[in-house]
């Protein structure tokens, strides 16, 4: 009996520490006992190259979320930076400079905010929310509101090539920027710095961290992070418009936060966030070969996000009640 009691709270210690990882295997079992494709090449492949924009722009957000910040407006600046790219290419400007100055744009936006949010301490959840508005609006300037196609042909093979006829380039740019943020936040001073700005503010402060340069930078990072993910989605589509971005910053924030990593700040990784938008895809890929409705989707997609969140606070209350 004792046996049995222990092997249940292991089970729940298991459930509340990868509560994400937990739900994916549940899918995959799921999925074991379905007559689809699911379990093909061709379809992982797929599943993973459907999530990898947002994976792009995840590991962005994950490091200013480690640091203590918010940014919502990666949305907008992923349609405005695929804009730009696609607008340059039109105007016969080499495809290499005007993904740069895309990725400049992104830049230039991050810099904004981070002096905003750090410097001119305002609350990054309204600065970058309207700072998403507004360059949904000058995207929807750009395109008078209308997808515009790329003239460049080697544009669209930027993310639909294939590596060896069988990865995707696609997924190949989101493994490297994996890599990238991966490094900064475990081996690097400055990741350090962002967990314990993020942790706490003013210990950090009083440690010797440079702490307004270092955040500010974060925002600057994911700029770029997201410009990167705008130019590879209208790569992959082979066209701009407005309307892509328009629930990105929640979905991507909302998947980061299902795989760990806290608003509060201090807590996360780019692993974590990977798994935390694998669940999006591998949920979504699942519920698309099962034929399930749309709209059904979407109240299904809201249970396991609420339930995913409900065992993250539940194991953050033993925590407490262990202490």
Request: proline share 2%; charged share 10%.
């Amino acid at each position: 009996m004792n046996n049995n009691i222990n092997i249940g709270k292991k089970l729940i210690n298991i459930a509340t520490k990868q509560k994400a990882v937990l739900a994916i295997i549940v899918i995959l079992v799921i999925m074991l006992f379905s007559k689809t494709n699911f379990y093909t090449a061709y379809n992982l492949f797929d599943m993973v190259k459907s999530v990898s924009v947002l994976m792009i722009l995840a590991y962005g957000v994950t490091l200013v979320l480690v640091a203590g910040g918010c940014d919502l407006s990666i949305g907008g600046i992923m349609v405005v930076s695929g804009i730009v790219a696609i607008k340059l290419m039109n105007a016969n400007v080499p495809m290499l400079i005007s993904i740069l100055a895309a990725l400049l744009v992104g830049a230039v936006v991050g810099a904004i905010n981070g002096y905003l949010v750090v410097y001119q301490n305002t609350e990054p959840f309204i600065i970058t929310l309207g700072m998403g508005m507004l360059l949904t609006g000058i995207a929807q300037q750009l395109t008078d509101a209308h997808p515009i196609p790329c003239n460049n042909p080697n544009f669209v093979k930027l993310a639909n090539g294939k590596l060896f006829n069988t990865i995707p380039n696609l997924v190949i740019v989101m493994l490297v920027v994996f890599i990238i943020i991966h490094y900064i936040l475990r081996y690097t001073s400055f990741g350090r710095n962002c967990y314990a700005i993020g942790g706490d503010y003013e210990v950090a402060k009083y440690s010797g961290i440079s702490v307004l340069p270092t955040k500010a930078m974060t925002f600057v990072i994911c700029g770029v992070t997201a410009a990167l993910g705008g130019v590879m989605l209208s790569s992959m589509l082979n066209s701009g418009s407005s309307t892509y971005g328009d629930t990105t910053a929640l979905v991507v924030n909302c998947g980061v936060v299902v795989g760990g990593t806290s608003f509060a700040g201090g807590i996360g990784s780019a692993p974590q966030s990977a798994i935390g938008l694998l669940v999006f895809g591998v949920l979504q890929n699942s519920m698309n070969m099962l034929g399930i409705d749309a709209y059904v989707q979407q109240v299904i997609q809201g249970i396991v996000i609420v339930a995913i969140i409900c065992l993250d606070c539940y194991g953050r209350k033993r925590k407490r009640e262990a202490v």
